[in-house]
């Protein structure tokens, strides 16, 4: 089992940046791919990013693309999502969340996720 808490969320400007951290508590964090998702008022919610066990794979929806980097640090038990210019419509709570994976793959149906947190806010104000 493993416990998710994200951290780094905020008010910001469209233009502007922000990194998210994710927590994990327990040894197993380096068996997990991980996730970002992200649930806009109204909206259902989305992928955002995704990293391979080991950090060998990520991938990203179309609309971050370039903007939003993913990355992993083992030794940490930590998970980042780098934020660059953020757009009105990047506001959303982002929930953190982890799948047994592979190192070869990464999981981006949310149904696949095992582990989730409890979300941080992120506001982009225009």
């Known amino acids: 089992q493993v416990q998710l808490v994200e951290s780094g969320g905020g008010l910001v400007q469209t233009g502007g940046s922000l990194r998210l951290s994710c927590a994990a508590s327990g040894r197993t964090f380096i068996t997990f791919t991980m996730g970002w998702f992200r649930q806009a008022p109204e909206k259902e919610r989305a992928f955002v990013a995704a990293i391979s066990r080991g950090g060998y794979v990520t991938d990203y929806a179309d609309s971050v693309k370039g903007r939003f980097t993913i990355s992993r640090d083992e030794a940490e038990n930590t998970v980042y999502l780098q934020m660059n210019s953020l757009k009105p419509e990047d506001t959303a709570v982002y929930y953190c969340?982890?799948?047994?994976?592979?190192?070869?793959?990464?999981?981006?149906?949310?149904?696949?996720?095992?582990?989730w947190g409890q979300g941080t806010q992120v506001t982009v104000s225009s």
């Open positions: 969340a982890a799948a047994y994976g592979s190192d070869t793959s990464v999981v981006v149906r949310g149904q696949q996720y095992a582990y």
